[in-house]
T-cell receptor, first 114, second 114 residues
């Protein structure tokens, strides 16, 4: 079974630039998550999708962050404009949705804002 | 809102030593509990999970964890660590009324000396 795919693996941008990350979840997983992991901290949920609908985006800084999952499969997370404090690893995860279940994580995209 | 505390940020052990990593959560309702591990350069992987039933759960690679509801704890244990257990360990909680989204602790970085 293929895992959660993310790209790019690394990205360096200047502050005020924009950046986008891509995620392809495990086939058949209806629920997709984006987490932000700042160095030295645990992952923090940014947004949760079920199919192509948003379940929870309460912790997404909506003035600069946006995410979409138009066809209920792949997802993109965008930051515009980036700030220095956005430097982090952005993790995508997916699960089967039904009942309590485990989430499977991708390798993440390490973003450095300079 | 639920929160998760991991009190040990860094742990250094010699091979064959016993391991116990603490995890406490704050949520009064029913919870699902997880331990994830992140080996250097790799993605987050599930070590073990507790949904219901026997509060002592066994995971991969000889790890186990015990859910003590009265103490809001889910400590991770291994009787004899190996050099290959060097990694970062994250405790995570999902409240039953929060879909499958996870709240993570800050992580514990374990270094096992050969």
């Amino acid at each position: 079974e293929a895992g959660v795919a993310q790209s790019p693996r690394y990205k360096i941008i200047e502050k005020r630039q924009s950046v986008a990350f891509w995620c392809n979840p495990i086939s058949g997983h209806a629920t997709l998550y984006w987490y932000q992991q700042i160095l030295g901290q645990g992952p923090k949920l940014l947004i949760q999708f079920q199919n192509n609908g948003v379940v929870d985006d309460s912790q997404l800084p909506k003035d600069r962050f946006s995410a979409e999952r138009l066809k209920g499969v792949d997802s993109t997370l965008k930051i515009q404009p980036a700030k220095l404090e956005d430097s982090a690893v952005y993790l995508c995860a997916s699960d089967k949705t039904q009942g309590p279940t485990e989430a499977f994580f991708g390798q993440g995209t390490r973003l450095t804002v300079v | 809102a639920q929160s998760v505390s991991q009190h040990n940020h860094h742990v250094i052990l010699s091979e064959a030593a016993s391991l116990e990593l603490g995890c406490n959560y704050s949520y009064g309702g029913t919870v699902n509990l997880f331990w994830y591990v992140q080996y250097p350069g790799q993605h987050l992987q599930l070590l073990l999970k507790y949904f219901s039933g026997d509060p002592l759960v066994k995971g991969i690679k000889g790890f186990e964890a015990e859910f003590i509801k009265s103490k809001f704890s889910f400590n991770l244990r291994k009787p004899s660590v190996q050099w290959s257990d060097t990694a970062e360990y994250f405790c995570a909680v999902n409240a039953n009324n929060a879909g499958n989204m996870l709240t993570f602790g800050g992580g514990t970085r374990l270094m096992v000396k050969p």
